[in-house]
T-cell receptor
Framework: GQQVMQIPQYQHVQEGEDFTTYCNSS?????IQWYKQRPGGHPVFLIQ?????EVKKQKRLTFQFGEAKKNSSLHITATQTTDVGTYFC?????????FGTGTRLQVTL | ETGVTQTPRHLVMGMTNKKSLKCEQH?????MYWYKQSAKKPLELMFV???????ENNSVPSRFSPECPNSSHLFLHLHTLQPEDSALYLC?????????????FGPGTRLTVL
């Protein structure tokens, strides 16, 4: 089945610094989704990308899908303490969603 | 958020016990899912139901038995579990079974097997 690798596994930043997590696959992906899971919480959908080279923005968050549709990134500009959590990428086929290993983000003042 | 609810939120059980996890979605969705989330592991898909029919069974041990009596309810029956089955069990739903598409997760049941 499809597998997606995420890096880094963990990142600790000072509030105001930028943060990026990367999702990579050895195969072409039909779509990529991003989820955020706060500590003690459950995954919450952020966005889905389907087109080659697609870029979408949500306030301080920028999502990209690679031209070859084998990688994706999530960039947060000027992190805030509310950004703390684990960010997962996921890719869907007909009946299943395969999740990456996640990147845990810690933000300190 | 009350779209997908799960009970109980926490469960401690012995290896010889039988218990059930319940999931209910109030979103009118046709597909429901069980996931297992263990520390330092990706979310693992366990079962997928579409319109009450099981369409995916991801090589899950038979000590986990799902049941979907209608499109709003999903159960996970547990019996003779092992300590390594301790994890967060998440239920999710989506409007339909299709490539991609947002999944809505419940709060999860934190299971501890002694």
């Amino acid at each position: 089945g499809q597998q997606v690798m995420q890096i880094p596994q963990y990142q600790h930043v000072q509030e105001g610094e930028d943060f990026t997590t990367y999702c990579n696959s050895s195969t072409t992906l039909s779509n990529i989704q991003w989820y955020k899971q706060r500590p003690g919480g459950h995954p919450v959908f952020l966005i889905q990308l389907v087109k080659s080279g697609e870029v979408k923005k949500q306030k301080r968050l920028t999502f990209q899908f690679g031209e070859a549709k084998k990688n994706s990134s999530l960039h947060i500009t000027a992190t805030q303490t509310t950004d703390v959590g684990t960010y997962f990428c996921a890719t869907g086929t007909a009946s299943k969603l395969t999740f990456g290993t996640g990147t845990r983000l810690q933000v300190t003042l | 958020e009350t779209g997908v609810t799960q009970t109980p939120r926490h469960l401690v059980m012995g290896m010889t016990n039988k218990k059930s996890l319940k999931c209910e979605q109030h979103l009118g969705h046709n597909a429901m899912y069980w996931y297992k989330q263990s520390a330092k592991k990706p979310l693992e898909l366990m079962f997928v139901y579409s319109l009450e029919e099981r369409v995916e069974n991801n090589s899950v041990p038979s000590r986990f038995s799902p049941e979907c009596p209608n499109s709003s309810h999903l159960f996970l029956h547990l019996h003779t579990l092992q300590p390594e089955d301790s994890a967060l069990y998440l239920c999710a739903s989506s409007p339909r079974l299709a490539p991609g598409g947002e999944q809505f997760f419940g709060p999860g049941t934190r299971l501890t097997v002694l």
